[in-house]
């Protein structure tokens, strides 16, 4: 727990937001979408729950989880960016498609970020 304490503590959140994410680590279960406007951090939180969420090695970044998520190739946590002004529908097909495959890691749980 006191690792978990120690990443939430580097993101600033919201009360609310900060409940919710204390409640997933909690109780975790399904997928986590993240949406909202551009720059509020939703994919720094997001890689940080991944983290958090798939890490073995008590957040001392040594595991094999902590290094993907670090060098930005962990499969099972996707990032979408606009295209342009916003995201287009072959970028939500693409999604489609690669959430229909399942998990590339079987011990931890994925997730996506719009």
């Known amino acids: 727990m006191k690792g978990i304490i120690q990443v ?26 993240f949406h909202g406007s551009r720059g509020v951090g939703k994919a720094t939180t997001a890689i940080w729950l991944a983290r958090i969420l798939n890490c073995s090695c008590q957040l ?14 962990f499969r099972d946590l996707i990032i979408i960016e606009p295209e342009k002004s916003s995201i287009g529908i072959k970028q939500i097909q693409q999604l489609q498609q ?17």
């Open 8 to 33: 939430m503590s580097e993101l600033v959140l919201h009360s609310r937001v900060e409940q919710q994410l204390e409640a997933i680590i909690a109780h975790p279960k399904g997928s986590y979408l």
């Open 60 to 73: 001392e970044g040594k595991c094999g989880s902590c290094q993907l998520l670090a060098s930005g190739n």
């Open 98 to 114: 690669d959430l229909s495959l399942g998990r590339f890691n079987d011990d931890g749980r994925g997730g996506g970020v719009i």
